[in-house]
RNA sequence: GACCCCAUCGUCUAGAGGCCUAGGACUCCGGCUUUUCAAGCCGGUAACACGGGUUCGAUUCCCGUUGGGGUCACCA
């Protein structure tokens, strides 16, 4: 039998954590056995639908690397078959006309509520004659669903859960502008795309169980179930807007990495013994259902940040100086040209290792691209005091007449000129690091003034004798 | 409230009756290295929610309690 998965988001809004993880695991499913793993956008509510949202999806998951297979689906095409198969129930007598209003259902919830019995449609028009329906009331169709038994499903991740059916009431499947509501849409398309396995949020196992009536119903083949944890937020709860809940391309823009956010959101609810950094080949090999864990995680920004700087390290040099050439145009006033990325290039091997995200990789970055004079950080400005100013002074003709400009050259002479005066490496290293980079923090300066070239290192030398013109930081 | 689900360090988790003196990762704290900061390496703090069973033996199986979560729309 052929895999078919499907992520099936409404577009609603960005493509958050949950989907983005519920995407994944359906995309490494399909990889790992096989098959295809389809996309369907959930657009029945059209109000509510965007096109916007729909972009932020396609990019969510294009940036991701989970590719689908085949066009993307929109289940607002498919209404009016949808419709048919509501009409086929109601000529099973598998489904019926309800004439109430939506006033009336409000009353009946709040009276349920108040009396402390179980908030549902209490199936009033289940069996009553239509010709006794009230004038000028359009009605939905309900599904008349099960009284007697349960329904049981047998789920790929919770095990086999089973429900009375007494406890699920008659759901609208037509509503009274003739629209399918989710629940019919969704057991339809399932049905017609030949999806096998649904692979989505926790917070659909109750739909599962009318969802597989409905089924049952139809006479169609249940496909397999794997309901997985939803994401919660620090506190416990399920992750939403309190916790500043963020679409993928939030996290993106904060310079998390594709191959980061999908080692986390993978290791976040499924496990493969003591593994932690897992390449996308190792989790295709690995994946499966059965390893995924029962209990919802929670999001933890500190392990993806973490796991970021792993592939940050990871990275090669021109793909991060590509990544962070557009955070670096405040800095310039465009985005770094020719020389100027061959600089960066040369310089990414020990930045990265300072960096957690790309946001710090630019701001670690700019003073290698910086037009002269660079600003000094406070904390810079106080290291080149009176006294190192007059050392940065004596060091410059050496510098300027250091033979070769290699690492190597550039410590002996500046480890030559503090010796020579007495000095510990780190007071001279330390103002030549803040008249070079602007900062107390850094890589090697040997390397950074390497990098730089001696005409720029001259310079900003030069630079740092007229405090009284620069401008602060 | 009803129904359903869940429960190992702060967090993500390993563990599928004796391999557990409960392992790994992140965080945190030390140390090494050192021109700063990282990275790296070494070491440390920190958990089986509770109560009953079952068993020669429970983190592992069963029941209950507690706690947490999810769902109860003419939304998806």
Redesign the pocket.
Known sequence: MTVITRFAP?PTGFLHLGGARTALFNWLYVRHHGGRFLLRI?D??RA?STKEAIAAILDGLAWLGLDHDGEVAYQSAHAVRHAEVAQRLLAQGMAYHCF???EE?AEM?EKAKAE?R????DGRWRDRDPAEAPPGVPP?VRFKAPREGETVIRDLV??E?R??ND?LDDM?LL???DTP???LSAVVDDHDMGITHVIRG??????AFRQTQLFKALGWKIPEFAHIG?I?GPD???LSKRHGALGVEAYREMGFLPEAMCNYLL???W?H??D?IISTEQAIAWFDLD?I??????F?L??LT?LN?HYL?AADAPRLVDLIAPRLVPVLGREPAGPERERLAQAMGSLK??AKTLVELADNAAFYVRNRPIPLSEAAAAVVDKEARARLARLRPRLAEAGDWTEAALEEAVRGFAEADGLK??QV??PL?AALTGA???????EVMRILGRDEVLGRLDDIRQPAKRQPA
């Open positions: 409404s959930e029945t509510d509510r109430c209003t939506p259902l919830r402390g179980p908030v549902r449609y939905v919770q095990g859960v429900t009375a406890q609208v509503r009274a502008d509501t989710y629940m926790d917070d659909h196992l109750t739909n939803l919660h416990g709860a399920k290791r976040l609810g496990s013994g003591d932690e390893a864990g029962r209990a919802a995680p929670r933890d500190v392990k973490s700087g390290r290792e300072r490496l780190g290293a330390q690091r107390t923090i850094s890589p090697g300066i040997f």
